[in-house]
């Protein structure tokens, strides 16, 4: 019998596909984190916020640093981190000295806990997702100074302090509930195991429950805190750039509840379908800001009116003209919704 010289068409699909999947190119960067890294980390790791003259701080490096792990950049990773290294962690601690500029160097040796919460959670999932053990010592050095400087005991439980000094004022203590760095505080937990982590997070959201201010029972960027909780004397008394961070948080750590989220549900969904939503509201006379929000805070409130339904969502690309911090904002909420979609 004349053998066939013909393949079975199983293996011809096969053979074909390789050879297809051979001559195709691997996916590139992802173009949201090209653009970010391009327009705002220079070659040297420092993360340059230009809105504020150009200076760098903890945040910002922090911000840098998270975005690199979720886009699987260990080499922007390594440089942001070197230069933070380099000229932040410069105090006697492993706390972050908060604001850098390149015309004076270090401008407050302060602290910004946000920053160090940030950083110390961006090293711990570098440590887990490229296998380093100094990343993870890192950020185990940095969580326990947080640990052990930073907190007030008061009797709802532990309270963070935003930084070092000048938040303890005669029996007053100003806080910033954007700091609860939720998701952070949770992973934390894990590379630093105390029981004042899960405190922390039930102090967090008991203040945000109790801090409801305004028209729309939001939380302000500051607060004083005595007996009551009260919007800051000493700062604007505004649901703004901090406070729009509080959701996101809660998403993220899945602790996006009806309830949670109900106060910033209201509000941006007051001005759903209107083309235009504020940057800010006064919360003492519910006035708003003029100017249309930043495509970062729109990305927030699209989440927060979605959650926890996020399947349909879909976020724009990002446009550096927007600023260093709306794009950051847009490539963490980014950064969130992939994660929690999983």
């Known amino acids: 019998m004349a053998r066939s010289l013909a393949q079975p068409p ?43 003259d150009g200076i760098s701080h903890s945040e910002g490096q922090g911000f840098a640093l998270l975005l690199a792990v979720h886009y ?25 000295s908060w604001s ?14 946000d920053g160090d919460l940030l950083v110390a959670w961006a090293l711990g999932r570098a440590g887990k997702r490229w296998k380093n053990p100094r990343y993870l010592e890192e950020a185990q050095l940095i969580a326990r100074e947080v640990r052990e400087k ?4 008061n009797s709802r439980g532990p309270l963070l302090l935003p930084g070092m000094d000048g938040f303890e004022n005669s029996g007053r203590l100003v806080l910033n ?38 028209r729309w ?6 607060i004083d805190l005595a007996e009551t909780p009260l919007p800051a004397a000493d700062f604007p008394d505004r649901f ?9 948080y809660l998403m993220w750590a899945g602790l996006d509840t009806p309830e949670l989220l109900e106060p910033y549900r209201n509000y941006w969904s007051y001005f759903k379908g209107a083309g235009f ?8 006379d519910d006035s708003i800001d003029s100017y249309d929000a930043s495509p970062g805070i729109h990305a927030i409130a699209k989440l927060t009116l979605a959650a926890p339904n996020f399947s349909r969502v879909a976020l724009p690309a990002l446009n550096p003209d927007s600023g260093y911090y709306s794009s950051a904002l847009l490539l963490l909420c980014k950064a969130m919704l992939a994660e929690r979609s999983r």
């Open 150 to 153: 930073l907190l007030r005991n």
């Open 217 to 222: 029972g939001l939380t302000s960027d500051w």
């Open 240 to 248: 703004g750039y901090d406070a729009i961070r509080i959701p996101l």
């Open 100 to 113: 850098w500029s390149a015309a004076g160097g270090l401008r407050d040796s302060n602290n910004a806990t």
């Open 72 to 96: 699987d950049d260990p080499a922007t990773f390594a440089s942001v981190w070197k230069w933070t290294r380099s000229h932040l962690q410069t105090r006697p601690d492993k706390l972050l």
């Open 10 to 52: 199983l293996f011809a699909a096969i053979i074909l596909a390789l050879l297809v999947s051979a001559c195709t190119p691997a996916a590139g960067p992802d173009p949201d984190w090209t653009r970010f890294r391009s327009h705002f980390i220079l070659p040297d790791g420092r993360l340059v916020d230009r809105g504020q």
């Open 277 to 284: 939503m504020p940057s800010w509201t006064d919360l003492s």
């Open 177 to 214: 509930l954007s700091y609860w760095v939720f998701p952070a505080l949770q992973e934390l937990e894990r590379l630093d195991p105390a029981p004042e982590w899960q405190s922390l997070r039930t102090t967090g959201i008991a203040l945000i429950r109790e801090s409801r201010f305004g």
